[in-house]
């Protein structure tokens, strides 16, 4: 397994991120296991995540080989939950090149210390009940099921937590 450096990314590397995200999307669909529609990710589509502080890269070296966003609301999953309640992670995706090397297992260590600096107790995501693969990564990454629900009134999710270390129960 590599170590690869996970950074904030910058307005001037959102269009990376979003050639990750089609990449990834394309892949998807071409597997028979949509999840997002190819056409959400321009180079322009990520760009107010980046300003917002949310988007985040994965580089081995000079090489961009993964994304994630870590947002500090989540009310379409989350719509219970009170401001400061957690951080959440949305859109984790690795370039196929990468894919089985630890990113993902870097992106999520990441968000968890972004969660500890931000002071919240939570780390929170989601993902399509019908991707054992997917949740399974989460779970072996010490997030616990929290439940499955139905968002957008189509959409069947398992959501997922971490409680970060310091936080009493």
């Known amino acids: 397994m590599s170590e690869f450096r996970v950074a904030r990314a910058t307005v001037d590397e959102a ?3 979003a050639a990750i995200l089609l ?8 597997i028979g296991q949509k999840n997002w529609e190819p ?8 760009v107010p ?11 081995d070296g000079s090489d961009p080989v993964g994304t994630m966003l870590v947002a500090a609301t989540d009310e379409d999953f989350w719509p ?32 968890e210390a972004e969660t500890v600096a931000a002071g919240v107790p939570y780390l929170k995501l989601d993902c399509r009940a ?7 990564l989460y779970e072996a990454a010490g997030f616990q099921r929290v439940d499955e629900r139905t968002v957008f009134g189509w959409l069947h999710v398992v959501r997922y ?6 936080w009493s129960a």
């Open 15 to 17: 269009p990376l991120a």
């Open 23 to 30: 990449e990834v999307s394309e892949w998807l669909v071409a």
């Open 39 to 46: 056409e959400w990710f321009t180079p322009e589509s990520m």
């Open 49 to 59: 995540n980046a300003e917002r502080g949310e988007l985040w890269l994965a580089w």
């Open 80 to 111: 219970e939950d009170a401001p400061g309640a957690a951080l959440y992670v949305h859109r984790v995706a690795v370039a196929r090149r990468a894919a089985g090397r630890g990113v993902s297992q870097a992106l999520l260590r990441q968000a």
């Open 130 to 136: 019908d991707r054992p693969k997917l949740r399974a």
């Open 161 to 166: 937590e971490k409680r970060q270390s310091g």
